[in-house]
C-alpha cells in the first residue's frame, strides 16, 4: 500500500471516535453559492456547559471536524467528547493490532500505513486525555506536531540525500566511464610505445651485428697490415745487417 491508500483509510475507517454525521447542507439542485448554505444544526435537550463547550472548541481546533459531500448533500462529523474509558482503551489497542493486520502493515522499516495508524492512534489519546484535562491534551499537540515536523524534516533529508546519492552515482558511473576511455587510450599508447622499442630494439641488434662484422673486418685489416709491416721489418733488418756487416 501506498500514502494513498493511507489517506483512504484515513478517511472512511479512522481509529479516532467521532460523533454521527450531520447533514450541514443540503444542495437540491447542486448548484448554489456559499451564501445559499443553510446550517442545520440537531436540536439540544438544553444549553451546554461552559466547560463542556470549551472542550469541545478545544477538540475541534486540535481535530478539525471531517466534511464530506454525498449525493447533492453535505456532511459533518465532528470529534466525539465522550469520555473514555478503561474498556475504550483496551479496545483502541485492539483495532489497533486487527488495523495492522488487515492492511498488512509492515513490522519494521518504513510504512506509511502503520505510521498512519499510529498517528490515528495518537490522535485518539489526545481526545481522550484532553476532555479529562485540556492543557495536557494541548501540551500532547504540541508533541505530536513536533513529531510531524521532525518526520517531514527527516523525509526533505532522506529525498535530499536519495537526489544527492543519484547525482555522485551518475557523476561517478561518468567518471567511470571516462576513465574506461583514459585506460583505453593509455593501453593503445603502450602499445604504440612497444611496438617503437620492438623496432628499436631490432634497430639496435642490426646496428651492433653490422659494428662488430666491420669491428671484425678491421681488425683482420690491421692485422693483416701488421703481420706486413713486421715482415717488412724484419727483411729490412736482414738486408741492413748484411749491408753493415763486415766482410771477411
Request: charged share 35%; aromatic share 4%.
Amino acid at each position: 500500500m501506498d500514502e494513498e491508500d493511507a489517506a483512504t483509510v484515513d478517511q472512511y475507517q479512522t481509529l479516532v471516535r467521532y460523533n454521527n454525521p450531520v447533514l450541514v447542507v443540503k444542495h437540491p439542485d447542486k448548484k448554489g453559492t456559499p451564501t445559499d448554505i443553510e446550517l442545520k444544526r440537531p436540536l439540544t435537550a438544553g444549553a451546554l456547559l461552559d466547560t463542556k463547550r470549551e472542550t469541545e472548541e478545544i477538540l475541534n481546533s486540535i481535530l478539525p471536524p471531517r466534511c464530506w459531500e454525498e449525493d447533492g448533500q453535505l456532511w459533518q462529523q465532528t470529534v466525539s467528547s465522550t469520555p473514555a474509558t478503561r474498556q475504550d482503551v483496551i479496545n483502541l489497542q485492539e483495532m489497533l493490532d486487527t488495523r495492522l493486520q488487515q492492511t498488512q502493515a509492515r513490522e519494521t522499516g518504513i510504512c506509511p500505513i502503520r505510521r498512519e495508524l499510529y498517528s490515528q492512534c495518537f490522535d485518539e489519546i489526545i481526545r481522550q486525555v484532553t476532555i479529562n484535562c485540556s492543557e495536557r491534551g494541548l501540551l500532547l499537540l504540541r508533541i505530536r506536531d513536533e513529531i510531524s515536523m521532525s518526520m517531514e524534516a527527516y523525509e526533505t533529508l532522506y529525498c535530499s540525500s536519495v537526489a544527492f546519492g543519484m547525482r555522485k552515482a551518475l557523476q561517478a558511473h561518468e567518471e567511470k566511464e571516462m576513465l574506461r576511455d583514459r585506460v583505453k587510450n593509455l593501453e593503445l599508447e603502450k602499445e604504440t610505445l612497444e611496438d617503437i622499442i620492438n623496432d628499436m630494439k631490432i634497430k639496435q641488434e642490426q646496428t651492433e651485428r653490422r659494428n662488430a662484422e666491420l669491428r671484425a673486418s678491421e681488425e683482420k685489416k690491421y692485422a693483416e697490415e701488421v703481420a706486413f709491416l713486421k715482415k717488412t721489418n724484419t727483411q729490412l733488418k736482414a738486408q741492413l745487417e748484411g749491408i753493415t756487416a763486415p766482410k771477411k
